[in-house]
T-cell receptor
Framework: DVKVTQSSRYLVKRTGEKVFLECVQDMDHENMFWYRQDPGLGLRLIYFSYDVKMKEKGDIPEGYSVSREKKERFSLILESASTNQTSMYLC?????????????FGNGTRLTVT | AQTVTQSQPEMSVQEAETVTLSCTYDTSESNYYLFWYKQPPSRQMILVIRQEAYKQQNATENRFSVNFQKAAKSFSLKISDSQLGDTAMYFCAFMKYNNNDMRFGAGTRLTVKP
């Protein structure tokens, strides 16, 4: 089974701090994604990556950046955390081997910015 | 851009009964994929069922089935013989053909009552 691991389940940070959310997958998937989940809004795509050192903006990239130095790891960075970034963050991965490859998700990181 | 709409924020059903969750989407694509994901309180997103748009036959996975109406751009999920373990958030998702970028609806919170 695919395992997608997010480094923290809960995280509390202060406004203005630099925050790193880490995600690692163990199935050699080419694609990796970061979503944020908010009540009534569902999952919204922040950034995604189809290959090492490659990144593409999703629907809500403002205030975020990402890093993919190795195939298995995709990091989400909040350069200066703000209270409106309090949310649940979900990492996902998928393979490019099939056209309809579903996403495999991590357990999420609930981030609170105070 | 594709949009996915789930018009039922919350639903409930008695154990052993049948419930249908609605999903509509908007796209100009002719080939695409549709998915239903389940997110129980553990927060782990689990793929429930998927449907290829070019297939007319509705997908079925045990107690879960879909009613795919391509012309109406509707993709509802039917859960038969509901079980307590079906209590979760359910997300409908859309993915373009040959593009692993997935878009989600706002979700429906389903409660199965004993």
């Amino acid at each position: 089974d695919v395992k997608v691991t997010q480094s923290s389940r809960y995280l509390v940070k202060r406004t203005g701090e630099k925050v790193f959310l880490e995600c690692v997958q163990d199935m050699d998937h080419e694609n990796m994604f970061w979503y944020r989940q908010d009540p009534g809004l569902g999952l919204r795509l922040i950034y995604f990556s189809y290959d090492v050192k490659m990144k593409e903006k999703g629907d809500i990239p403002e205030g975020y950046s990402v890093s993919r130095e190795k195939k298995e790891r995709f990091s989400l960075i909040l350069e200066s955390a703000s209270t409106n970034q309090t949310s649940m963050y979900l990492c996902a991965s998928s393979t490019q081997d099939s056209l309809d490859s579903p996403l495999h998700f991590g357990n999420g990181t609930r981030l609170t910015v105070t | 851009a594709q949009t996915v709409t789930q018009s039922q924020p919350e639903m409930s059903v008695q154990e052993a009964e049948t419930v249908t969750l609605s999903c509509t989407y908007d796209t100009s694509e002719s080939n695409y994929y549709l998915f239903w994901y389940k997110q129980p309180p553990s927060r782990q997103m689990i793929l429930v069922i998927r449907q290829e748009a070019y297939k007319q036959q509705n997908a079925t996975e045990n107690r879960f089935s879909v009613n795919f109406q391509k012309a109406a751009k509707s993709f509802s999920l039917k859960i038969s013989d509901s079980q307590l373990g079906d209590t979760a958030m359910y997300f409908c998702a859309f993915m373009k053909y040959n593009n692993n970028d997935m878009r989600f609806g706002a979700g429906t919170r389903l409660t199965v009552k004993p």
